[in-house]
């Protein structure tokens, strides 16, 4: 038994581990060395980087068992700046200086079982001092568990509790122990990591890991030696590595690797002391930032009197900067914000006593402070403001900057709160405005750094939202909500809910605007706390009795705060119910955008809107304009982690007929974070009433009183209350309002004011006269932007890893411009006077922005800096010098400048990747090596074979060289330099301007590192530069300056006559015209284009006998292939029957050949060719033989068009005719229905195979060509082009008029030569053919180049245009028309483009614009079918199948695109075709008045025919008026009462209706009488046949029309009222939309509140709704019996088990008292029950009862006539 026992314990002894806890003998001391460097760059080699490198010998011994000192001997910094790893690490003297005076004194620490617990070392050591040696006790830091050899878990080390993972291996024979640790710096519990200018940047909850830029890891490998002391480190090794990739690209990555060694050299048998220096405590292993922020990354600055510092900054900026910007001046702009910031405020306000009397100082200085984003620096702008010292302006800009750029921690928010309350603010509301929004963005900034915000950063916001509550002031309530939305803190949501309906009561009083405003600001708040804001908002968006706008805005906050499935079907239930189809549109619109949202944060909401969208019904998504909608667009790119997304909210009000409110916003998304860019929102309210005020006293016509009483008759009734005028806007960036701007009634009527008045009258017209008289001068020199982003980590050396991103951009206009008026400008000038006047100006103006960009990785601290920058700037300068003379009552403007003396580079952009080192013992002196070398070694691909002979090898280069093509044929060069590897990209582009002495050049230098790896990282890496540049060019003569001269009305002939008369005086002596027609066709040399054209025409027309000769004097390539002989004589090439649609077609001709021939059919389509049916029939019979499938080609690209094949000579001769006229229909199927291609392949409900019938083609006939002296049974019609060139219209407009305007460009020459360009417009707008030509031609002789466009109007039906261009107008040329017919029997327009010939380099940029096409037609959701269709044309039909619903057919050259029933904006006119022959001239408004014609359909028409009534809002129902009842049928329910229509039964029939209007001051009477209408105006009888009444007062009109009376009141709101005893019809303004009133509705698109009763509320059925706007009369006085009253349910209910009485809660018509019904109708009510046993009555509860509660429905009969044989009267 004892043996058993002896070997379990030696089993278990050795079982157990070794103590591998790693400590230090007590009495010993250990030498270690140590070896640390960091190295920033790219990952591959060869390229540059930069770096630093720390050895030193550190020692190591004991003074207690858990406490040691540290002494760290002999340091040695080194740096590098080179070629890794060609070239060395260099020794740095000075840094090495500087970190040895901190070195030499020890530090302590304390270490047990592996643990380093807190570090101690000497008073006042630097914190890059300490923060080395936590890097070099990093090493030391290990934690050993004694049962696991593998193991994870979170261990603090230098960069905060991190995720490690250990190994550890153990060698027992020698005692030795090897652990490795592994630290995941992506996964930390605790990270250490500071950051600037990210406050608005929001993490995304989804796939944070995966999305990160920045990642990293660190390694560590650890040797331990056991003994009987205990176990000791031998060796430690670390590497790390950050990576940053800016697109997320995999390989696309800049790298920092930081590697440490620890050696022990020697154990020394020495106790260590205790040192005699006092010593302070510095925390434990994390990293320690600094309190102050570290210099910026880009430069070096001496802090050491720091005011000297900053006065030489000043001057340096503002001598160096006053003619340009200087190249530094980013950089001396970013210094002086880095002396700001160390600067204290005393500081401040003594340089500020040196320049406060220097304007250009002063803004420098202010804008540097402003920059600082620093306590001291808010100190002293608020010590500015307090004293009074700055003007309006620099105020405003000062504070702006101050507060959104400043740190925002405890020191900084009561600086920012008292700057905010201090009086010169408050007395100002745009400061107060700006301050406000600043101070309250620095809450929520400090606050994002805060676990509970503090609730006296919050109070001053707060106090403000209570003052303005108690007092009732909007304008401060909108400025709280938006202060409060700034901050975004949970803590203000109660103050919110003041504002909103859902738990105050008093907010009824509160405007629509305001609530929306209240909404607005819980946005912020629901990021933090996102289940609150849910829950306020759901209830408003489904309570149906607030503002349609205000649920919309609630429904949009809601889909922000992301909200789950549960809730979204909630909404989407709401809108299943909702009667408000604003409100319905809007959630449906807002649902389906993010449903098709692909940005990754949004993918669980889009995928829950998708599934709620199966909830709705689709209808409301064809719902029109007038309803409220959300429309997004956005990409993401999952390759490079980024997106963006764009969303607009456009919501309507009933009351308006656009939208009422517009609100767009951008959100970016890079690598798991999200960021709102900008958004702007634009609110309009009760706007219409302020542009159609009328100036007519409403209120004061005797009507407006009776219809005030006919009001108080209908029960209810209330006028719409009105709307306060209110125009008001906001912008935002990054999520923070910067800005708002509310114009209302006041502001509106002082600006009117101001534009009205005189100029004495007015200071700000009198300042703006009197600067013109004495001319405007000065320079001005701005920063205006300053982006600073910063983030940085810490290494496992201890140096900080910082990425930065610095923008800067300066603005910079020097002004001098000088005028004079003729006649001058005296202090009562109007505007009206400048049309009489000549202004002469005198201008030297130079603009310039320069943007400066610089990223930066690496190593910054006080003391070094060694980084990777990539820098990039841009400076645009556009000096506009001119003189300029307008002379506005002769309609001629002439300017003068100055040709181009030297180079003048208008964008310069740069763009450079360096290695840069810099340390402060060297200041001024940086080593800066780019990143991508000189000799950096190519890619395999690009180096060229070498063969061994020389002669060999420079015959290869020369054939290589030549058998590259050339992309770009004008005047531009790349060239690829292969010098020893590095790739350069050189491109020049110039356009020579030789009249003007000038050339305008594009140059572009690149050198990239896209040989290694072609990602975006690497293109960036390298060298590029971009110019955009004026240079002078070499001419004859040199050019004195350039002029422009603009000549308009009857003085541009004789103006263009004088230029060219005064070049060539000569030629007026000899000129042997003597009309101004004539010289003007010579010198715009006219008559050449037309005989050119004239010339090819003839030459065409001569040879159409042969096909074969026709095509050969056609221009073709005679080696191309002819037509076979056995075509016969008589068939002619336009006799195709090819089919486009058959899949065996091969291009049978040359594409040279192919263009000329194309080009000859287009410039004569109806050359005469006509061929006879048997010919016809017999080329068609023979189709499928090869020989005339060849000949098909050629006719195919002569006539542009091709048709299918037809069986029968009947189908044949039409597609000739087709083919005749080119500009009908070139590809569609045959009429024949057996022999269609289309039919059989794609069945018969495809629209593209619907052919397009021409309007034109069936008004104007064919008709025979003359002299074609031919015998045919078939001829031929014209083509377009035929008809356009009918004789009785002139080929040139000026053969019948003169120019209208003529502009000329020249250079005036010292040789007294003009040189450049003459534009003539011709137009001829008065005939009933409308036409405009326009030509550009050389003022030179010796230049036959021109450009010539003509457009006409042919007419009603038909228009078209043409553009040529080349030598006299016939190289090149694109035409186009426009024509309407009937496309598958629906109305439709065809537009045509064709393009004969085009330049190259034009067919090159279409060529790529086209490859997008398919793509682009499938996101818009177009079908697409492959087909071969004309070579070079492009048709567009679009056929319109309902009022809002088109089909669309694209036909491109070898594809058709298609789309049925998409949906239009807007409803558009659908009416009866009127022949062109009845349209009076001039025939172009059909083509002009087509957007009135668009409004006039969008006016709301309601209608009364027999019993059916059809209201504004389109609704149709049926409805008989009892008889001698007037009802109201359309009234203006504004509080101006303009007008009231009443209707009832004529006396005559049942059928027939009568009329009364009540509008201004006049009472009209319309009834029937023996057939005709009968007209009384204030009782007073008009003749009955034509009538023609013109009131004296306000425009009101009535006249006859048909068999009826048309009534036009267009200042009254009534665009038309038309009644004949049967219809009526009347068509109010657009300005009415939800101002009106009675059975025709209230115009405001709420079809699903269309019975809508005086009471407000909506009628059950069509039958109460009518009954409602019964006009009640007093008892036997008026002929109308019946009245409404309250009745009683006759049955008792069981209403929850109790026996109930019921009262109506709506009035029924009953006949008066003592009159009994005749005729009833059954209606249905909502009742009110009571207990069947309480006392009440009908009569105790009538005047309430509207106000109950509806318990149930039930129907009762209505009586709708009466039998009054005993009334009372009494009643």
Request: hydrophobic share 35%; aromatic share 8%.
């Amino acid at each position: 038994m004892r043996g058993i026992i002896l070997a379990l314990a030696l089993t278990l002894v050795g079982s157990q581990k070794f103590d591998i806890d790693p400590g230090f003998s007590s009495r010993k001391s250990h030498l270690y060395s140590y070896e640390g460097w960091v190295l920033n760059g790219l990952q591959e080699k060869s390229l540059a980087k930069a770096g630093v490198r720390l050895s030193s010998k550190v020692e190591i011994s004991a003074l207690s068992d858990s406490t040691y000192l540290l002494k760290i001997r002999s340091p040695q910094f080194e740096e590098f700046n080179g070629i890794w790893p060609r070239d060395p690490f260099t020794r740095s003297s000075k840094i090495t200086q500087v970190f040895s005076s901190c070195f030499t004194r020890p530090f302590k620490f304390e270490y047990s079982s592996g643990r380093i617990g807190n570090i101690y070392g000497p008073e006042d050591c630097p914190d890059v001092c300490v923060n080395i040696v936590r890097g070099l006790l990093n090493m030391l830091q290990i934690t050993v568990k004694k049962s696991q050899n593998v193991y994870e878990l979170q261990e603090a080390g230098i960069g905060g509790v991190c995720h490690t993972r250990y190994i550890i291996q153990e060698d027992r024979k020698n005692s030795r122990v090897s652990v490795t640790k592994t630290v995941d710096q992506n996964n930390c519990q605790e990270k250490v990591t500071k950051s600037v200018g990210m406050a608005y940047l929001y993490p995304c909850p989804v796939d944070i890991m995966k999305g990160r830029l920045i990642k990293g890891t660190a390694a560590f490998s650890y040797k331990l030696k056991q003994s009987d002391s205990g176990t000791l480190i031998t060796e430690v090794v670390s590497q790390q590595v950050y990576q940053i990739s800016p697109l997320s690209e995999p390989t696309g990555v800049a790298v920092m690797e930081a590697r440490q060694k620890l050696t022990l050299l020697e154990v020394r048998s020495e106790r260590g002391s205790a040192p005699d220096i006092s010593m302070q405590s510095y925390g434990s292993l994390r990293y320690h930032f600094s309190s102050a922020l570290t210099q910026m990354p880009l430069q070096l600055i001496k802090t050491k009197n720091p005011e000297q510092r900053i006065v030489e900054t000043l001057q340096h900026i503002v001598l160096n900067n006053q003619e340009d910007f200087h190249d530094d001046v980013p950089y001396r702009f970013l210094e002086l914000v880095q002396l700001c910031r160390i600067t204290g405020a005393d500081t401040l306000e003594s340089i500020w006593r040196q320049f406060s009397d220097k304007p250009r100082y002063r803004r420098w200085l202010l804008s540097a402070v402003s920059a600082t984003g620093t306590t001291e620096a808010l100190k002293f702008i608020k010590a500015r403001i307090r004293n009074d010292d700055l003007s309006y302006l620099q105020t405003l800009l000062s504070v702006s900057f101050a507060l959104h750029l400043t740190k925002a921690d405890e020191d900084t928010v009561p600086i920012a709160a008292d700057l905010m309350t201090s009086s010169r603010i408050q007395k100002s509301p745009m400061l107060q405005q700006v301050a406000c929004l600043g101070y309250s963005s620095v809450v929520n900034r400090y606050c994002s750094q805060t676990s509970a915000c503090p609730k006296e950063a919050l109070q001053p916001i707060h106090d403000l939202a209570d003052e303005a509550i108690s007092r009732g002031r909007e304008d401060k309530m909108k400025l709280a909500l938006k202060c409060i939305g700034n901050m975004g803190e949970p803590a203000s949501i109660k103050r919110i809910l003041k504002f909103l309906p859902a738990s105050s009561s008093s907010t009824s009083e509160i405007p629509t605007h305001i609530q929306i405003d209240a909404i607005m600001a819980l946005r912020k708040i629901a990021r933090k706390d996102p289940k609150p804001v849910q829950a306020s908002l759901i209830q408003i968006l489904a309570d149906q009795s607030l503002p349609p706008e205000v649920r919309m805005m609630a429904c949009a906050v809601i889909f922000e705060t992301r909200p789950a499935l549960p809730l979204i079907t909630t909404i989407a239930n709401v809108a299943m119910k909702e009667s408000s189809l604003q409100v319905a549109s809007f959630v449906y619109s807002h649902m389906k955008a993010l449903s098709k949202s692909r940005l990754p944060y949004m993918y669980n909401i889009s995928s829950a809107c998708n599934i709620a969208l199966k909830l709705l019904a689709p209808k409301l998504d064809r719902l029109s304009y007038r309803y409220s909608k959300v429309m997004h667009i956005g990409g993401y790119f999952d390759n490079y982690k980024v997106g963006a997304a764009g969303d607009v909210f456009v919501m309507n009000s009933p009351g308006t007929m656009f939208p009422s409110a517009i609100i767009s916003k951008m959100v970016a998304y890079s690598a798991g974070s999200v960021a709102d860019l900008v958004e702007v929102g634009v609110r309009v309210e009760g706007l219409t009433d302020v542009i159609m005020k009328r100036n007519i006293p409403f209120a004061e016509y005797p009507t407006y009183k009776k219809i005030k009483e006919i009001g108080k008759a209908l029960l209810g009734w209330k006028e719409l209350p009105t709307e306060t005028p209110l125009i008001s806007a906001y912008l935002k960036l990054f999520g923070q309002e910067l800005a708002y701007v509310n114009i209302n009634k006041e502001v509106l009527h002082q600006a009117m004011k101001t534009v009205l008045e005189p100029a004495d009258r007015n200071t700000v017209m009198k300042k703006i006269a009197s600067q013109i008289r004495n001319g405007i001068a000065g320079q001005w020199t701005q920063p205006v932007w300053l982006g600073e982003l910063r983030y940085i980590v810490p290494t496992c050396t201890g140096l900080p890893l910082e990425y930065g991103s610095y923008t800067t951009a300066l603005a910079r206009a020097a002004v001098n411009v000088d005028g004079k008026m003729t006649p001058p400008l005296t202090g009562d000038f109007k505007p009206s006077q400048l049309l009489e006047s000549t202004m002469q100006i005198r201008s030297d103006i130079n603009p310039s922005f320069y943007i400066h960009m610089v990223a930066t990785m690496g190593i910054n601290t006080d003391y070094f800096q060694h980084a990777v920058e990539i820098q990039g700037k841009v400076l645009t300068r556009v000096p506009m010098k001119f003189d300029a003379k307008i002379d506005v009552k002769l309609k001629n403007i002439k300017i003068e400048t100055n040709p181009c003396h030297e180079e003048t580079e208008i964008v310069v952009g740069r763009h450079k990747a360096f290695a840069v080192s810099r340390n402060i013992g060297e200041l001024g002196v940086e080593k800066r090596t780019s990143i991508l070398p000189e000799d950096v070694p190519s890619s395999i691909v690009e180096e060229p074979f070498k063969p061994s002979e020389r002669a060999s090898s420079e015959g290869f280069t020369m054939q290589a060289a030549d058998s590259k093509p050339r992309k770009h044929a004008y005047s531009s060069e790349e060239d690829l330099r292969h010098g020893t590897g590095r790739k350069t990209h050189k491109r020049d582009i110039c356009i020579k301007l030789h009249h003007f002495g000038c050339q305008l050049c594009f140059s572009r230098r690149s050198q990239d590192a896209t040989f290694l790896k072609n990602t975006y990282l690497h293109k960036f890496i390298g060298e590029h530069e971009a110019k955009i540049a004026l240079m002078p060019v070499q001419t004859d003569a040199d050019v004195d300056k350039i002029q422009m001269e603009i000549q308009a009305g009857s003085r541009a002939a004789s103006k263009i006559i004088h230029v060219v008369n005064s070049e060539s005086e000569e030629e007026d002596e000899t000129s042997p015209y003597e009309d101004i027609q004539a010289k003007l066709k010579k010198i715009l040399g006219i008559e050449n284009v037309f005989k050119a054209a004239n010339k090819t025409r003839h030459q065409k027309k001569q040879p159409s006998k042969k096909g074969n000769t026709m095509l050969t004097e056609l221009g073709a390539d005679p080696k191309a292939k002819k037509p076979s002989s056995s075509s016969s004589a008589s068939s002619t090439v336009s006799s195709s029957s090819s089919s486009a649609a058959s899949p065996d077609r091969k291009k049978a001709v040359g594409e040279d050949e192919n263009d000329q021939v194309k080009q000859a059919r287009n410039k004569d389509a109806s050359s005469s060719m006509s061929s006879s049916k048997s010919s016809s029939s017999s080329s068609s019979s023979g189709r499928k033989s090869p020989v005339h499938h060849s000949h098909g080609h050629h006719s195919r690209y002569l006539n542009g068009s091709s048709s299918s094949s037809s069986s029968s000579s009947k189908s044949s001769s039409h597609h000739s005719h087709r083919h005749h006229s080119g500009h009908l229909e070139g590809d569609s199927s045959s009429s024949s229905s057996s022999s269609s291609t289309y039919s059989k392949i794609w069945g018969d409900d495809e629209i593209y195979q619907y052919r397009f019938k021409s309007a034109h083609r069936q008004e104007f006939p064919k008709r025979k060509i003359p002299g074609a002296g031919r015998s045919s049974t078939y001829s031929s019609t014209r083509s377009s082009h035929a008809s356009s060139r009918a004789a009785s219209r002139p080929k040139f407009l000026g053969d019948v008029k003169t120019p209208v305007l003529a502009v000329f460009l020249h250079g005036v020459r010292n040789d007294k030569k003009i040189g450049g360009l003459q534009l003539v417009v011709y137009a001829d707008s008065d005939s009933i053919r409308p036409r405009v030509q326009v030509f550009v031609s050389n003022l030179t002789d010796s230049s036959k180049w021109k450009l010539c466009a003509d457009a006409s109007v042919l007419n009603a039906h038909k228009a078209m245009a043409y553009l040529k261009w080349g030598r006299n107008c016939q190289d090149y040329k694109i035409s186009t028309e426009l024509v309407t017919g009937r496309f598958a029997a629906h109305p439709a327009v065809q537009v045509k483009l064709e393009w004969p010939k085009v330049p190259s380099s034009v067919r090159s940029i279409a060529e790529w614009f086209y490859k997008f096409v398919p793509g682009a037609a499938f996101m818009l959701g177009f079908s697409e079918k492959m087909d071969k269709n004309p070579s070079r044309q492009a048709r567009v039909i679009v056929a319109l199948t309902s009022p809002r619903t088109c089909d669309v057919v694209v036909k491109l050259p070898d594809m058709i695109l298609y789309e049925k029933a998409m949906r239009l904006p807007l409803p558009l006119p659908v009416g009866p075709r009127i022949p062109a022959s009845e349209l009076q001239p001039p025939i172009w408004n059909v083509f002009a008045e087509a957007p009135s014609a668009v409004l006039e359909n969008l006016k709301a028409c309601c209608s009364v025919s027999h019993n059916k009534i059809t209201t504004f809002n389109e609704v149709q129902f049926n409805y008989t008026m009892p008889a001698n009842c007037y009802h109201v049928l359309a009234q203006d329910c504004s509080s101006d009462l303009k007008f009231l229509v009443m209707m009832r039964n004529a006396e005559e029939a049942m059928s027939l209706k009568a009329i009364d209007i009540k509008l201004g001051s006049h009472e009209i009477d319309m009834y029937p009488v023996n057939g005709q209408v009968k007209l009384l105006v204030d009782g007073v009888e008009s003749p009955t046949t034509n009538v023609s009444y013109i009131s004296a007062g306000a425009p009101l009109w009535i006249h006859s029309e048909k068999q009826g009376l048309v009534l036009v009141a267009p200042a009254y709101g009534i665009e038309k009222l038309y009644f004949d005893g049967y219809t009526f019809r009347i068509q109010v303004a657009l300005w009415m939309a939800g101002k009106m009133c009675g059975m025709c509705g209230k115009y405001d698109a709420e079809c699903e509140q269309e019975y809508r009763m005086p009471n407000g509320y909506v009628a059950k059925d069509a039958v109460s709704f009518g009954h409602s706007w019964i006009l009640e009369e007093k008892p036997c006085t008026g002929a109308c019996k019946l009245r409404r009253s309250f009745v009683k349910l006759e049955k008792t209910v069981q209403l929850a088990g109790v026996e109930s009485k019921c009262y109506s809660t709506e009035p029924v018509l009953r006949c008066m008292k003592g009159c009994s019904a005749t005729k009833t109708t059954p209606v249905t009510v909502g009742f009110h029950c009571l207990p069947a046993d309480s006392a009440t009555s009908l009569t105790d509860k009538q005047t309430k009862l509207d106000q109950k509660s509806e318990d149930m429905q039930d129907t009762v009969e209505a009586h709708v006539a009466c039998s009054c044989e005993n009334e009372d009267c009494s009643a």
